[in-house]
């Protein structure tokens, strides 16, 4: 019921600039994007996927240590999209990025929906 499709990816230098975009469409019973979680994760082959970035409908944010001060998280309800700024990437951010929404139904039942990723290379 909930589609999430991640764009923006692709092959940049060390040192380089991304803007990933995640967009949500569709609902369960009703729901309403603005009060999703929304999470950025990252995976690369052979390895467990990995917690990136995460903001609450409060705003509130969180961030894996390697990527503090470099990435940011925002979020435009209006377009029901949360935005991943990648700056000063390093080689080691490369990987799959999926976006993740968390929602929690008029029941307090939550569900999650993965995107399909959108590949990240930094390379020189």
């Known amino acids: 019921q909930v589609q999430v499709v991640e764009s923006g990816g692709g092959l940049v230098q060390p040192g380089g600039s991304l803007r990933l975009s995640c967009a949500a469409s569709g609902s369960i019973s009703g729901s309403v994007f603005s009060t999703y979680k929304m999470a950025w994760y990252r995976q690369v082959p052979g390895k467990q996927r990995e917690l990136v970035a995460a903001?609450?409908?409060?705003?509130?944010?969180n961030f894996l240590d390697s990527v503090k001060g470099r990435f940011t998280i925002s979020r435009d309800n209006a377009k029901n999209t949360v935005y991943l700024q990648m700056n000063s990437l390093k080689p080691e951010d490369t990987a799959v990025y999926y976006c993740?929404?968390?929602?929690?139904?008029?029941?307090?039942?939550?569900?999650?929906?993965w995107g399909q990723g959108t590949q990240v290379t930094v390379s020189s």
């Open positions: 993740y929404a968390e929602i929690t139904d008029s029941r307090g039942a939550k569900f999650g929906f």
């Open positions: 903001i609450t409908s409060g705003g509130n944010r």
